[in-house]
């Protein structure tokens, strides 16, 4: 598991603007070297209803990508456990069992992106 909290980033000017002017500013929430070689299997907007949580799982040969929109999930993967709040990322590895539980008064809306790294990308209920 591996978490990118949004923010301990700094902005920074965006590659495309003038750096002693700039008009747009940027995170960098991940670079190429960041993630294996592979595929873009699906890129979901997705919620859990409060107090909800979200059956745990597996991908076989495929790596998902989650940033938290909003509220506060308690996410485990393996025998890990988090807090994630707005802003957050997590990258999960292929072949770990995750979960994420909603401890929020709102449901939590996030951003799921999964990258295959060969043929599958199937997903294992537990």
């Known amino acids: 598991m591996q978490i990118v909290r949004f923010n301990d980033l700094k902005f920074i000017p965006a590659s495309h603007e003038n750096p002693k ?6 995170k960098i929430l991940l ?3 960041d993630l294996p070689a592979g595929r873009i299997q699906m890129i979901n907007w997705a919620k859990i209803p409060r107090h909800k949580t979200f059956s745990p799982h597996y991908h076989e040969k495929m790596i ?3 940033i938290i929109m909003n509220g506060k999930v308690k996410v485990k993967v393996d025998h890990e456990e988090a807090i994630l709040e ?3 990322m997590l990258i999960v590895k292929e072949d770990q069992v995750h ?12 951003f799921a992106m999964g990258i295959v790294t060969s043929e599958g990308g199937k997903t294992i209920n537990i």
């Open 99 to 110: 979960t994420f539980e909603n401890i929020s008064n709102q449901d939590v809306n996030y």
């Open 31 to 33: 670079k190429r070297d």
């Open 21 to 26: 002017n700039p008009g747009a500013f940027k």
């Open 64 to 66: 998902e990508v989650f």
């Open 86 to 88: 707005k802003g957050d």
